[in-house]
């Protein structure tokens, strides 16, 4: 089935991989929610804020288009190959996942945590989405 996909996508020119094209979404917006977690905790400018939680509510919403064609991506170019990069990379999608969560809830519950603690669960987001990326470029180019 996963190879039929990839050899129909060849067949019309379509080479590439497809996790590379969606990693952008979750690890982006990582990235925009922790730069808006800052401003907030900077200026106390509660928009920027509710700028971080959409940035992760969209996160969240590509992580699991991404860990899909990251799977049949391993699965076709990899032949499944276990190694220690693809399960760190499977830990640190769980571990991103929840972290997106958890800065969801945090969010929702500002009133109840201090600004730094919202902060530093903006930038462990940002961490294991780093982590991830570093991972992934390990597998791609060594």
Known sequence: MISTMYHLLEAVGFK???HPAMVHVPMGMAIGGFVFALI???FE??????TAYYCVCLGIAGIFPTVLFGFTDWQYRF?????FLIVMKMIFAVTLTISFLLAVKFT???????HL???I????????A????????????G
Not at 121 to 128: E, S
Request: glycine share 12%.
């Open 45 to 50: 400018r509660k928009d920027f804020l509710q």
């Open 79 to 83: 032949d499944g190959e276990w190694g």
């Open 16 to 18: 590439h991989p497809l």
């Open 130 to 141: 780093t982590g991830l990326g570093f991972m992934g470029g390990e597998l791609q180019y």
């Open 117 to 119: 603690k919202i902060l």
């Open 108 to 114: 929702r519950e500002e009133k109840e945590h201090s």
């Open 40 to 42: 907030f905790y900077l």
């Open 121 to 128: 669960m903006y930038a462990i987001c940002l961490l294991f």
